[in-house]
């Protein structure tokens, strides 16, 4: 089941770029989104985009290059004006056309990748922006709906067999291999779609962080449906 986003205490929506970059975090609210009806046909210019493997980094100048019906071109001048904005505010956004991502296999029982509910992490302040314009969209996990999954008895046994040294090491070891980033969901949790054209700002876990790092996960793709992403 998932849940609206207007349903969430959370989340804070606006409706304005400015609003977005400029409302801090604070209190429970650890996701702000500028909530958008966006026009244009978006998946015109997934269709048009000359993949290169299975995840393709799309720069401006490869939307310029497109032909594109009017519905594409309403579309593309979206995606411009979001990347401009975004650089304007001092963000390195990245769009790119996603046809998977890897999976991490490495520890069958505590995959690492992007599939599992996780939160981000950096040394400096700064926040996640994302939005999906194609495909299937982003989840948000509320964080009382979420256990780190280092903190689940038969997980953290099986990563205290795994790393097989001193105990003063262990959480040392955690976070050198980012088990303690991912989360479970506990019974009964509603992750939130973040839906198609909305930006998000997403608080991450950083040493001046006024609030927890929001829980959130990339979605499972349908075959033969890519996603259209922007993220910074």
């Known amino acids: ?10 989340i804070q929506c606006v409706t304005s770029f400015q609003d977005l970059v400029s409302m801090p975090f604070q209190g429970m609210v650890n996701a702000i989104c500028w ?39 309403l579309a593309r001048e979206i995606l411009l004006n979001d990347l401009k904005v975004l650089k304007a505010h001092g963000a390195s ?15 069958p029982f505590f995959p690492t990748d992007v599939y599992s509910f996780h939160v981000d992490r950096s040394p400096i302040p700064t926040d996640t922006f994302l939005c999906t314009y194609s495909g299937e969209s982003s989840e ?41 980033l991912h989360y479970q969901a506990k019974p009964d949790a509603r992750p939130v779609s973040l839906g198609l ?11 001046e962080s006024q609030v927890p790092p929001c829980v959130h996960r990339a979605p499972e793709e349908k075959s033969g449906q890519s996603r259209l992403l922007l993220i910074c």
């Open 197 to 207: 054209g909305h930006l998000w700002k997403l608080a991450i876990d950083h040493p």
């Open 93 to 107: 956004p990245v769009l790119n056309v996603i046809s998977y991502y890897d999976r991490d296999d490495a520890y």
């Open 140 to 180: 948000l996990l509320p964080n009382s709906q979420a256990i780190q999954k280092v903190l689940v008895p038969e997980i953290r046994d099986e990563l205290k067999k795994l790393y097989g040294g001193a105990e003063e090491g262990f959480e040392s070891f955690l976070g050198e291999h980012y088990f303690d």
């Open 1 to 10: 089941m998932v849940d609206s986003p207007d349903s969430n205490e959370q």
């Open 35 to 73: 909530s958008r009806e966006l026009r244009g046909d978006f998946s015109e210019i997934v269709e048009k985009i000359a993949l290169s493997g299975n995840i393709t980094t799309v720069e401006p100048e490869d939307l310029l290059e497109l032909k594109l019906s009017e519905e594409g071109q």
